[in-house]
């Protein structure tokens, strides 16, 4: 479970990428230590080169850049750290996982990452409204919601 000092990290995010989505991955050192990597969301230059195929801007959707993923798991590997969430935001919208959010965390009829949280967090107006954690229940074959509180 991630702690408070890393929502609040992931809350700062949120407000200082409002309006826009923010996006990251949180990593950990098994005793504790949890790491945020705030990424970049590219969806804007994505959008500008291809409207047609990313329809949507970094006001509503996300799109880490590849090359970043790969240097943040290649990093957590090297070191002996774990992925244990991804997190992003859903500007002027409740924290919620939509369908593409799931779509994103599956491959195929499993989790990528069934041990990781996957964050949502919602901001209006440049605040925080609420936030939603998101874990894969092997039991229910579903991810559960849990709100969080701090």
Request: aromatic residues 12%.
């Amino acid at each position: 479970m991630i702690d408070i000092s890393t929502i609040k990290i992931i809350y700062d995010h949120a407000i200082q990428d409002y309006p826009n989505e923010c996006c990251g991955i949180v990593t950990d050192d098994g005793k504790g230590f949890a790491i945020v990597h705030k990424c970049k969301n590219i969806q804007n230059e994505l959008h500008g080169k291809d409207p047609v195929r990313y329809t949507r801007d970094a006001r509503t959707a996300y799109y880490i850049d590849p090359r970043e993923v790969i240097d943040i798991f290649h990093d957590a590997e090297k070191k002996g750290l774990k992925i244990i969430a991804f997190y992003h935001s859903h500007p002027g919208h409740a924290a919620y996982f939509s369908q593409e959010d799931r779509d994103l965390a599956m491959f195929g009829d499993e989790p990528s990452y069934p041990d990781a949280e996957y964050i949502v967090v919602s901001v209006f107006h440049g605040r925080i409204g609420e936030a939603a954690s998101f874990k894969w229940d092997d039991s229910q074959r579903d991810f559960q919601k849990r709100m969080i509180e701090i």
